[in-house]
């Protein structure tokens, strides 16, 4: 892939910036149904931090946001005005969220149509940040100067576990791209990505924030190993079954601190052994994949299963039974509820709209020299990212790029078994193994 302007100077150039997402208002935080959560203030700011990366021969931007989500159509719309102002194509331009459920509404879910305290997203404020997030694009693009980059993985533990099975499948691995000016060694950005639900803080914290991964940013910057004021992009990984659940011992601002600070420690002891390159060939490829969308109940059936969850929720809750339990039985009633919603929408036709907006799936793949960084929209069960990288190591996905999907991707397995996640998806697990598979095919078309 060609970049627009080739660079007066061989090897790596790079440039990076950020932009203001928080909210100026008042606004509802999503991600807990029923509650009406409205923001009493803010204890960190929401920002778009922004790296670009050419090296005469291929290009790619990387912004990541302090969102829960950023819509299908607003990437769209911000990665269009990004290429059209400054030449990077479309397809080397990936936007992500962090997953905070402590922001505003971004998306209109069918699968919580019914519930009566969600508001619809707001159109300014989504216009906001589409601006915001092109303001940061552009900006690091012609900030671009001679650069270096290296890239060594660190292992988190201790953050979180799979919230179904605290011993079940995860991903520990955090890949941690830093790069630098050639001239002076002054860090330019640095970007990491891990696999872990964006969800210390509950329904009773009423603040905007970035949950912990404010506080792993804060960490590396309060000890000095990324300079006060420079981007620290926070990739989600594959965490659609990831989750601070079990390991967390209050859902409050002193245990996010205690969990970011943890992965900010893993994260700063590879630091010093990061080795820099200005040689760093940047590759990019990407597929479109139309989705299969789930098979739902009857509406009957669904409202049957739902009374069912919250009997179960009720009982548990009443009867002392474990914190962690409540907490899963609790969210299996929301995700019933939310069948109960996508039962009706696809009896009604509402559906249809809601899978022509998110299918198809885009998947792009951006290789930085030897290592590869993959980009899946929606939230996918971590099964499937640990499949792409036993096939090929050195490999790292990254989920919620460029839209969502309306809820998971989830396997086959959970599906059979009726968890939360797959009773709030729209589109069947079946699709896991087909983004996969597609995965692999750029992969090795690039090898």
Request: proline share 6%; glycine share 8%.
């Amino acid at each position: 892939m060609q970049p627009s302007k080739l660079s007066p100077e061989p090897g790596l150039w790079a440039g990076a910036a950020s932009a203001d997402l928080t909210p100026q208002t008042s606004v509802f935080l999503f991600g807990y149904p029923h509650v009406p959560r409205l923001s009493t203030g803010v204890h960190d700011r929401h920002e778009a931090a922004a790296l670009y990366l050419r090296d005469g021969e291929g290009q790619a931007l990387f912004v990541a946001t302090d969102l829960i989500f950023v819509g299908k159509k607003q990437a769209a719309e911000a990665r269009l005005q990004i290429s059209a102002r400054t030449g990077v194509p479309v397809g080397a331009i990936v936007i992500t969220s962090t997953h905070t459920h402590s922001g505003p509404v971004m998306v209109d879910y069918v699968s919580n149509s019914a519930d009566p305290v969600v508001p619809k997203a707001d159109a300014d404020y989504r216009r906001f940040v589409v601006g915001s997030i092109v303001e940061a694009g552009c900006t690091a693009v012609r900030a671009a100067v001679p650069a270096e980059a290296g890239l060594a993985v660190a292992r988190a533990e201790g953050v979180g576990t799979n919230r179904h099975d605290p011993a079940g499948p995860a991903d520990p691995d955090v890949p941690v791209l830093l790069v630098r000016a050639r001239a002076n060694k002054r860090t330019l950005a640095c970007m990491v990505a891990y696999a872990m639900h964006t969800t210390v803080l509950h329904e009773d914290s009423t603040l905007i924030s970035g949950d912990f991964p404010h506080f792993t940013r804060q960490y590396l910057r309060d000890a000095g190993f990324v300079p006060e004021g420079v981007p620290i992009l926070y990739h989600q990984g594959a965490s659609g079954n990831q989750s601070p659940r079990h390991v967390t011992k209050a859902n409050t601002f002193a245990e996010a601190k205690r969990l970011g600070d943890r992965l900010g420690a893993c994260i700063a002891a590879v630091i010093p052994g990061v080795a820099y390159s200005a040689a760093l060939p940047i590759r990019v490829a990407g597929a479109h994949l139309p989705l299969q969308v789930r098979q739902f109940p009857t509406v009957t059936a669904a409202e049957n299963w739902a009374h069912e969850a919250k009997a179960r929720f009720d009982q548990l809750r009443t009867t002392g039974a474990p914190r962690t339990a409540v907490r899963t039985a609790e969210c299996d009633w929301f995700g019933a509820e939310e069948t109960v919603s996508l039962a009706r929408a696809a009896a009604d036709g509402r559906l249809e709209a809601a899978v022509n907006a998110s299918s198809p799936a885009e998947v792009i793949v951006i290789a930085l020299g030897a290592w590869k960084f993959v980009f899946w929209p929606g939230e996918f069960f971590v099964e499937y990212a640990l499949t792409v990288k036993s096939r090929s190591p050195q490999t790292f996905v990254v989920t919620l790029a460029n839209g969502e999907v309306q809820g998971y991707i989830v396997t086959p397995e959970a599906a059979a078994r009726g968890v939360y996640e797959a009773t709030n998806a729209l589109f069947s697990p079946e699709n896991g193994r087909r983004v996969v598979d597609a995965t692999l095919a750029l992969l090795a078309a690039g090898d």
